[in-house]
């Protein structure tokens, strides 16, 4: 019987080369090229939350605001002068939203200014910008330490990708819209994260084939780029128009409903790393997660092509598992928007439940 057993499996093995059918299972090769192994710090979450005697007199209501009030949350985060800057979203009643600015020397214990150092103004992006206001703050340098900031405009219909830029990150001169006033105006537009390098703890914008290169969108991901790191140009498929989209939701994943940019994206050895949040679907999900959780994967490109997507992680490393990032403003999130390399660790920032705002730490290069 095993001899007869042996030869219906020599049959099948020979019939199958010959016919070129028999293939090598697939190798997995890791994910070598992500941050991963992040821990939340515990002791001290959430870091930042709500305040109400944080007020100031809005220029728009032509009032006194607590401007905080309601929420904090999705911060962008820059290394300056031996200090960590946190760039924040804050909430008031009304649900306006205005950028905070909270300081610290270790990255873990924060300083809040008592105003906020951007925010709707009797301006020319007043239109775009009130009454939903400033949201969602991504940061990085340029070559000559300028901050240049993407955050979303929101006037309650519609949202859209703006920049701005600093030389203190106090004082800030809005450009306006990212993807400018032709047939993009009213496309919403949202979360863009610009691809920069490491220079220790700086975080640089840098060009790729003569032009500096931004991931945006909450839904897929699609590209603009630069010269200038003011004026953009959408990238669009040549036949169709259309905007060209880069990372799309996975059904069955994490990121089934959508994703969005976190951080700005990383120039490496091995490629552009991005990472970026993923929202669970209703259905076609991660049925290990309730629905619309949002949580956050990472995915790498190529470094001379930034649309070429090489690999992406198959989960997330970073999911809501704490009572204040699951009940909320916004219940069961986690939203990276923040990282810095700071005292030789990668220290990590994200909103919980769309109310606080909260830090995990990788110690290892």
């Not at 290990?288 to 997507?309: H, I």
């Not at 069961?332 to 928007?337: D, G, Q, T």
Request: proline letters at 5%.
């Amino acid at each position: 019987m095993k001899f007869t057993c042996y030869l219906l499996l020599l049959f099948f093995f020979i019939s199958c080369a010959e016919n070129e059918i028999v293939q090598s299972p697939p190798k997995s090769t890791g994910t070598p090229w992500a941050l991963l192994n992040f821990t939340k710090v515990d002791s001290l979450n959430p870091i930042l939350v709500p305040d109400s005697t944080q007020s100031f007199h809005c220029p728009v209501r032509n009032a006194m605001v607590n401007w905080e009030e309601r929420n904090v949350l999705n911060p962008s985060a820059v290394v300056r002068d031996g200090k960590v800057y946190l760039l924040y979203r804050a909430q008031d009643h009304n649900m306006t939203s205005r950028l905070g600015l909270a300081i610290s020397d270790d990255g873990l214990h924060f300083t809040k200014r008592p105003e906020p150092v951007l925010f709707p103004d009797e301006d020319n992006m007043k239109i775009y910008e009130w009454n939903g206001g400033i949201e969602d703050p991504r940061l990085v340098e340029s070559e000559d330490g300028t901050y240049f900031l993407t955050y979303t405009s929101y006037n309650g219909k519609v949202a859209r990708l703006c920049l701005a830029s600093s030389k203190d990150l106090l004082t800030w001169t809005k450009h306006g819209l990212v993807l400018g006033e032709g047939k993009y105006k009213d496309t919403w537009s949202k979360s863009g994260a610009i691809i920069a390098r490491q220079e220790g703890h700086r975080m640089v914008a840098t060009k790729i084939n003569g032009k500096y290169w931004m991931y945006f969108g909450d839904t897929d991901l699609f590209m603009a780029s630069s010269d200038d790191l003011i004026h953009w140009t959408v990238a669009e498929n040549e036949e169709n128009k259309k905007m060209v989209s880069v990372l799309h939701p996975r059904p069955g994943f994490f990121d089934s409903r959508l994703v969005e940019p976190g951080p700005y994206a990383l120039i490496r050895d091995e490629g552009i790393l991005l990472i970026y949040n993923g929202s669970n679907a209703v259905n076609f999900n991660d049925t290990t997660m309730p629905k619309f959780t949002y949580s956050a994967g990472q995915a790498l490109y190529d470094k001379n092509n930034p649309y070429k997507l090489l690999a992406r992680t198959d989960s997330n490393f970073i999911q809501p598992d704490k009572h204040y990032e699951k009940v909320g403003e916004v219940n069961e999130v986690c939203f990276v928007e923040g990282l810095v390399f700071f005292n030789s660790k990668w220290i990590l920032y994200y909103g919980t439940a769309d109310s606080k705002i909260a830090v995990a730490v990788r110690d290892k290069e």
